[in-house]
């Protein structure tokens, strides 16, 4: 079953920042929702290929041709913090 | 002002007044954004209303009426958008905080192809955070109310498409469907909605919840309506890889009513224990009213059914995990300062998304993370591929397969508070995205008090036309549709 | 290498290249790829992972990667597809890379390269993949210390190529080796620029030693950043050293991360903690796999041009020219199409390669395929010039200057030496006037007199005397058969 050494590792994989009670929530529902997923086990799949897409499609492919851009304004206009023509974000530590 | 009573018309009967002059669109539009005004502050169908160019639109379609020129199939129909659908200039939220000022600078696909059928944009419509719900309560903003019961919800996580329909606040609406968005919300507001089969509609432009599975489809009064509009919005997008390049059948020329000799067949798996007896009861009815039309009935086995929901809630979160990973306060939506880059962007995804996302991040993450992956995302993907077996394999021997759209009707809000006891909700609807096929749920009549039951009737891949004929057949024998909720 | 750790110590080097692609394009957008334009101006929903938006592979990475894989004689899958790959980034927009991870492009081939005292090694090709590049980050000050950094998506979505070694590589001069033919090769096919200093060409190694005869590798330590050709050998140097100095004190190698301070000279560890390399890949659902078949691998293979080694082989072969030439000009493909192209015109390969590597090359960079492609001085021109200099019209001498000029002003040889009459003097009787003047100067009576007490050599300068008053124009053997004449009758 899931711990919180779980859940704490996964909220950090997937950058969520989670108070006690948020995590202690989640381990619960977690475990309540995996023991259900379990059920899985119950069936051979042994010889069975996985599916990954609904469709047979194959080869999809685009020319390589140029297509206009959007402007760096219209790029920018939902940035929270642009700095000039650029995205800005907070100091990076290497950790 | 003078209004027009419009909330009974259909997108067939509407496009048939303005071309008789009887209506105009102008004045239909008008009447929708009134009655959107009036009501729906109880039902909260709609987080964004665009009034402005509603009315633009529709007075272009005048003018198009006007001189019977470059007339379009919808031309001045007033529609519905589901929030995940992007357009340009007008703000598309996902019903998410960490969206709620994201204005994107183009038009997803179907956008663009309903402007360019006439349609008229009344707003975007409620729904649960990035599609990840069956009741519309895990909206970041507000929950949707059910027009028959205003105590319930509408179902969801196309809640707010289908309350807008059922409640006379649009003509016609569009929705995602991912494990039965479109089809249980339909259900539970008593009007027609359709999954086409996965790639049938271009997904460029639509916010990814899981793209294996997510499908967007029509909610609308009826089927011809669904015929017509599908029609508008399928085919293939050279900006969608997985979207297929076959031509687009005139559905609503298919409807003839004809099912004789039709085979359907009838799953066990969904009529198990736990099925409401009411909207058993409803559905049996209904088949036999098909019977009556000519249609031969097969009872069949889909043995995998019940291990479906279980592999949708791997590969759906897994995907949903991926896909939502973009939004880290860098480049749009919301951003919470932080210490440092890591710490702003877990404290911007903290407070962005609500608890159902966050679960379903946590699980995505987690059924794909190092150790697990093989257990949980793999195991799924190989279910995956035994459900698209039990499918093929009934489909050598019926035509469709018809079955309750879900095991029980509109539920009160915060009747499930237990997040699993919501997944099961999705039992019937799940087995037809996990193979990619289409399905559209059609109301088959009401409980006791008073709330609508969907029948479901799913077919093979690419055969919309024969899933819109046989549930077509049905509802002109047995008309649901002239009872209406009493919203006012 | 040449230290003592190399008599100790066995070095286990693989490298792993990312190669930007040539193509017009993005990977999955129609953006286009050019370098240096303003921030933020090349970009797409697509390209900025915008919600909604939807990536479409691009044919031509496609092709340029099968061409290489076939030069590199790997395996072409039949069946490939893309996988994400996840990771935070603020560089990459969607924080999940569009890669390949199970099943790639094409695998197990190899690359001969030359190693040292004129040896030949293969050195195995483990894989060939694409995936997309991410953004540039500008940090305000150094990364540790920058109060923030600024983000330009521009790059972001170009496709790349990862090509990874097999661990046999043996030294870091020998990884110089692979990471040059490396770059020929696919600066001969046309699917890279190879332009190192533009970010073209990036390079990862993983290095380990273990001590001599011992079968087990050492812990492996991975080395980012090193991007160019001194880059790779000086941080291996560096990192053979660090780990034979480790080994030797009894201490233990810790499997890291290390960054090449190019500037500092030296590698550091960039800590990282253990969860952050579980990438959970799986297959990227918004693209559909890809076939590759039998007859589309033929076809490309018969379109393969010839390889840099088979072409400095029939160099030598069939134009005769010295194993040193030939590997000088098929530095790039557009030299050694110069090469060719002037040998057409003058078919004496040796001269033409030497005007080639002691002119061309003066004003040239050899391995820069534009700048060859542009020359002002084209192959048809060069032989021009070699024909007046065989025919005897001009002096090898002029010739260089006539080089020069042609250079300058996109000239003929022709149109310039009738213009300037740099055409050789063989007329004997107005040299002769030349030469007796020399001869008649006073300030030339010391070497008249050294000839006489037998000093041969004084005649040169007397030559050189009457080349210089004839500005080079006159025919040196001429003057030389003069001077001595009329020395000898003095
Ligand atoms: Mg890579
Ligand atoms: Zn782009």
């Given at each position: 079953?899931?711990?919180?050494?779980?859940?704490?590792?996964?909220a950090r994989?997937?950058?969520?920042?989670?108070?006690d009670?948020?995590?202690?929530r989640?381990r619960?529902?977690?475990?309540?929702?995996?023991?259900?997923?379990?059920?899985?086990?119950?069936?051979?799949?042994?010889q069975?290929?996985?599916?990954?897409?609904?469709?047979p499609?194959?080869?999809?492919m685009?020319d390589?041709a140029?297509?206009?851009?959007l402007?760096?304004?219209?790029?920018l206009a939902?940035?929270?913090d642009?700095q000039?023509?650029?995205?800005?974000?907070?100091?990076?530590?290497?950790? | 002002?003078?209004?027009v009573?419009v909330?009974?018309?259909?997108?067939?009967?509407?496009?048939?007044?303005?071309?008789?002059?009887?209506?105009t669109?102008?004045?239909?539009?008008?009447?929708?954004?009134?009655?959107?005004e009036a009501?729906?502050?109880?039902?909260d169908?709609?987080?964004?209303?665009?009034?402005?160019?509603?009315?633009?639109?529709?007075?272009?379609?005048?003018e198009r009426?006007r001189?019977?020129?470059?007339?379009g199939p919808?031309?001045?129909?007033p529609?519905?958008?589901?929030?995940?659908?992007c357009?340009?200039?007008?703000r598309?939220?996902?019903?998410?905080k960490?969206l709620?000022?994201?204005?994107?600078?183009?038009d997803a696909?179907?956008?663009?192809?309903?402007a360019?059928?006439?349609?008229?944009?009344?707003?975007k419509?409620?729904?649960?955070e990035?599609?990840?719900?069956?009741?519309?309560?895990?909206?970041?903003f507000?929950?949707?109310?059910?027009?028959?019961?205003?105590?319930?919800?509408p179902?969801g996580?196309s809640?707010?498409?289908a309350?807008?329909?059922a409640?006379g606040l649009?003509a016609a609406?569009?929705?995602?469907?991912?494990?039965?968005?479109?089809?249980?919300p339909?259900?539970?507001?008593?009007?027609?909605?359709?999954?086409?089969?996965?790639?049938?509609?271009s997904r460029?432009?639509?916010?990814a919840?899981?793209?294996?599975?997510?499908?967007?489809?029509?909610?609308t009064?009826?089927v011809?309506?669904?015929?017509?509009v599908?029609r508008?919005?399928?085919?293939h997008?050279?900006r969608?890889s997985?979207?297929?390049?076959?031509?687009?059948?005139?559905y609503?020329g298919?409807?003839?009513g004809?099912?004789?000799?039709?085979?359907?067949?009838?799953?066990?798996?969904?009529?198990a224990?736990?099925t409401?007896?009411e909207?058993?009861?409803?559905?049996?009815?209904?088949?036999?009213v098909l019977?009556?039309?000519?249609?031969?009935?097969?009872?069949?086995?889909?043995?995998?059914?019940?291990y479906a929901l279980?592999?949708?809630y791997?590969?759906?979160?897994?995907?949903?995990?991926?896909?939502?990973?973009?939004y880290?306060?860098?480049k749009y939506?919301?951003?919470?300062?932080g210490?440092?880059?890591?710490?702003?962007?877990?404290?911007?995804?903290?407070?962005g998304?609500?608890?159902?996302v966050?679960?379903?991040?946590?699980?995505?993450?987690y059924a794909?993370?190092?150790?697990?992956?093989?257990?949980y995302?793999?195991?799924?993907?190989?279910?995956?591929?035994l459900?698209?077996?039990?499918?093929?394999?009934a489909?050598?021997?019926?035509?469709?397969?018809?079955?309750?759209?879900?095991?029980?009707?509109?539920?009160?809000?915060?009747?499930?508070?237990d997040?699993?006891a919501?997944y099961l909700?999705?039992?019937?609807?799940?087995?037809?995205?996990?193979?990619?096929i289409?399905?559209?749920?059609?109301?088959?009549g009401?409980?006791t008090?008073g709330?609508p039951i969907g029948l479901?009737f799913i077919?093979?891949?690419l055969?919309?036309?024969?899933?819109?004929?046989?549930?077509?057949?049905?509802?002109?024998?047995?008309?649901?549709?002239?009872r209406?909720p009493?919203?006012? | 290498?040449?230290t003592?750790?190399a008599?100790?110590?066995?070095?286990v080097?693989?490298?792993?290249v990312?190669?930007?692609?040539?193509?017009?394009?993005?990977?999955?957008?129609?953006c286009?790829?050019?370098f240096g334009?303003?921030?933020?101006?090349?970009t797409?929903?697509?390209?900025?992972?915008?919600?909604?938006?939807?990536?479409?592979?691009?044919?031509?990475?496609?092709e340029?990667a099968i061409?290489?894989?076939?030069?590199?004689?790997?395996?072409?899958?039949?069946?490939?597809?893309?996988?994400r790959?996840?990771?935070y980034?603020?560089d990459?927009?969607?924080?999940?890379?569009?890669?390949?991870?199970?099943e790639?492009?094409?695998?197990?081939?190899?690359?001969?390269?030359d190693?040292?005292?004129?040896?030949?090694?293969?050195?195995?090709?483990?894989r060939?993949?694409?995936?997309?590049?991410?953004?540039?980050?500008i940090?305000?000050?150094?990364?540790?210390?920058?109060?923030?950094?600024?983000?330009d998506?521009?790059?972001?979505g170009?496709?790349?190529?990862?090509?990874v070694?097999?661990?046999?590589?043996?030294?870091?001069?020998?990884a110089?080796?692979?990471?040059?033919?490396?770059?020929?090769?696919?600066v001969y096919l046309?699917?890279?620029?190879?332009?190192?200093?533009?970010?073209?060409l990036?390079?990862d190694a993983?290095?380990s030693l273990?001590?001599r005869?011992?079968?087990?590798?050492?812990?492996k330590?991975?080395?980012?950043?090193l991007?160019?050709?001194?880059?790779?050998?000086q941080?291996?140097?560096?990192e053979?050293?660090?780990?034979?100095?480790?080994?030797?004190?009894?201490?233990?190698?810790?499997q890291?991360?290390r960054?090449?301070?190019?500037?500092?000279g030296?590698?550091r560890?960039?800590?990282?903690?253990?969860?952050a390399?579980?990438?959970r890949?799986?297959p990227?659902?918004?693209?559909?796999?890809?076939?590759?078949t039998?007859?589309?691998?033929?076809?490309m293979?018969?379109?393969l041009?010839?390889?840099?080694r088979?072409?400095r082989?029939?160099?030598?072969?069939?134009?005769g020219?010295p194993p040193y030439?030939?590997?000088?000009l098929?530095?790039?493909?557009a030299?050694a199409?110069?090469f060719?192209?002037?040998?057409?015109g003058?078919?004496?390969?040796?001269?033409?390669?030497?005007w080639?590597m002691?002119?061309?090359?003066?004003?040239?960079p050899?391995?820069d395929?534009?700048?060859?492609?542009?020359s002002?001085v084209?192959?048809?021109h060069?032989?021009?010039?070699?024909?007046?200099?065989?025919d005897?019209?001009?002096s090898?001498?002029?010739?260089?200057?006539?080089?020069?000029?042609m250079?300058r002003?996109?000239?003929?040889?022709?149109?310039i030496?009738?213009r300037e009459?740099?055409?050789?003097?063989k007329d004997?009787?107005s040299?002769?006037?030349?030469v007796?003047?020399?001869?008649?100067?006073?300030?030339?009576g010391?070497?008249?007199t050294?000839?006489?007490?037998?000093?041969?050599?004084?005649?040169?300068?007397?030559?050189?005397?009457?080349m210089?008053?004839?500005r080079?124009?006159?025919?040196?053997?001429l003057?030389n058969?003069?001077?001595?004449?009329k020395?000898s009758?003095?």
């Open positions: 079953m899931i711990g919180r050494g779980d859940v704490d590792a996964v994989l997937a950058r969520l920042h989670l108070t009670d948020e995590s202690e989640l619960e529902q977690l475990s309540a929702i995996l023991s259900y997923i379990d059920k899985l086990r119950a069936l051979d799949t042994e069975v290929e996985p599916t990954s897409h609904a469709v499609l194959v080869n999809v685009r390589d140029p297509e206009p851009c402007s760096a304004d219209a790029m939902n940035a929270p642009p000039g023509e650029f995205f800005r974000v907070p100091r990076i530590i290497e950790d | 002002m003078t209004t009573a909330d009974g018309l259909s997108v067939a009967e509407l496009t048939e007044a303005y071309r008789r002059r009887d209506l669109p102008v004045a239909v539009t008008r009447a929708y954004l009134a009655r959107i009501l729906d502050p109880r039902v169908a709609y987080l964004t209303v665009t009034a402005d160019q509603a009315l633009t639109a529709a007075k272009a379609s005048e009426y001189t019977r020129s470059d007339l919808l031309d001045g129909v529609i519905a958008l589901k929030d995940v659908l357009t340009r200039g007008v598309t939220t996902c019903a998410s960490i709620e000022n994201f204005v994107p600078p183009y696909t179907v956008v663009a192809r309903l360019a059928a006439g349609a008229v944009p009344l707003g419509t409620n729904l649960d990035f599609a990840m719900g069956s009741s519309t309560e895990h909206s970041g507000k929950p949707t109310r059910n027009p028959w019961d205003l105590s319930r919800v179902g996580s809640g707010g498409s309350a807008a329909v409640g649009a609406a569009f929705g995602t469907d991912t494990g039965g968005s479109i089809r249980q339909a259900a539970f507001c008593g009007v027609v909605g359709m999954k086409p089969t996965y790639g049938r509609v460029y432009g639509l916010v919840f899981a793209s294996s599975l997510d499908q967007i489809g029509p909610l009064r009826d011809r309506d669904t015929a017509l599908l508008a919005i399928a085919g997008d050279r969608d997985t979207s297929i390049d076959a031509p687009v059948p005139d609503a298919a409807l003839d004809d099912v004789r000799g039709l085979r359907l067949g009838i799953p066990a798996e969904y009529f224990a736990g409401d007896p909207v058993e009861r409803a559905v049996r009815t209904a088949i036999d019977r009556g039309l000519g249609a031969t009935l097969h009872d069949l086995s889909l043995p995998t059914t019940d279980a592999a949708y791997l590969i759906a979160p897994a995907e949903a995990s991926s896909n939502l990973a973009r880290d306060g860098v939506g919301l951003r919470v300062p210490k440092d880059l890591v710490d702003m962007e877990s404290r911007t995804r903290a407070a998304f609500g608890a159902e966050k679960r379903r991040i946590m699980l995505g993450t794909l993370s190092a150790g697990y992956q093989e257990a995302y793999g195991k799924a993907q190989k279910v995956r591929t459900v698209r077996r039990d499918f093929d394999a489909f050598a021997e019926v035509d469709l397969i018809v079955a309750p759209t879900t095991p029980n009707v509109a539920f009160k809000h915060g009747e499930k508070a997040p699993l919501m909700n999705d039992a019937f609807t799940i087995p037809a995205n996990l193979a990619g289409p399905a559209i749920s059609v109301p088959c009401f409980t008090a709330l479901q077919g093979r891949a055969d919309e036309a024969r899933v819109l004929r046989a549930a077509h057949a049905y509802e002109t024998a047995a008309p649901w549709r002239g209406r009493e919203l006012g | 290498m040449t003592a750790a008599s100790r110590y066995d070095v080097i693989g490298l792993e990312h190669a930007q692609l040539r193509t017009l394009t993005k990977m999955f957008c129609g286009p790829t050019a334009a303003p921030p933020n101006t090349q797409c929903p697509v390209c900025q992972g915008m919600p909604g938006s939807l990536p479409v592979l691009n044919r031509r990475a496609i340029f061409r290489t894989a076939l030069a590199f004689d790997c395996r072409v899958n039949p069946a490939c597809r893309f996988a790959k996840h990771y980034y603020p990459m927009p969607k924080n999940y890379q569009i890669s390949q991870y199970e790639p492009l094409a695998e197990d081939g190899g690359l001969d390269v190693v040292a005292d004129g040896d030949r090694r293969r050195i195995g090709i483990q060939l993949h694409l995936e997309e590049d991410v953004g540039k980050l940090h305000e000050g150094a990364l540790e210390t920058a109060q923030s950094s600024l983000v998506f521009n790059r972001s170009v496709p790349l190529m990862e090509t070694s097999r661990p046999e590589i043996r030294s870091p001069e020998e110089a080796a692979y990471l040059r033919a490396f770059r020929a090769v696919l046309g699917v890279c620029d190879g332009n190192m200093e533009e970010g073209s990036r390079c993983n290095i273990r001590p005869g011992q079968r087990d590798l050492g812990t330590v991975e080395i980012k950043n991007n160019s050709f001194r880059n790779v050998q941080a291996l140097a560096f053979v050293q660090r780990q034979a100095k480790a080994l030797d004190a009894g201490e233990r190698i810790v890291e991360t960054l090449w301070d190019a500037d500092r030296y590698t560890s960039m800590r990282s903690k253990e969860y390399h579980d990438y890949y799986f990227e659902p918004d693209l559909v796999p890809l076939h590759i039998n007859e589309e691998v033929a076809r293979r018969a379109d041009p010839e390889l840099p088979a072409r082989e029939r160099f030598v072969a069939q134009q020219l030439d030939a590997d000088v098929t530095q790039s493909r030299l199409d110069y060719e192209a002037a040998v057409r003058m078919p004496n390969p040796k001269l033409v390669s030497n080639v002691s002119e061309l090359l003066r004003v040239v050899g391995d395929e534009r700048a060859i492609a542009a002002p084209p192959p048809a060069l032989a021009g010039l070699l024909r007046l200099v065989e005897g019209t001009i090898g001498k002029i010739a260089k200057d006539v080089f020069e000029k250079f002003s996109g000239e003929t040889a022709e149109q030496v009738q009459g740099l055409t050789v003097i004997a009787a040299l002769e006037a030349e007796e003047k020399v001869l008649a100067d006073p300030v030339n010391r070497a008249i050294d000839f006489k007490k037998g000093k041969t050599v004084a005649a040169k300068a007397l030559v050189g005397q009457v210089k008053a004839t080079g124009k006159a025919d040196p053997e003057v058969r003069l001077v001595q004449e020395l009758r003095m």
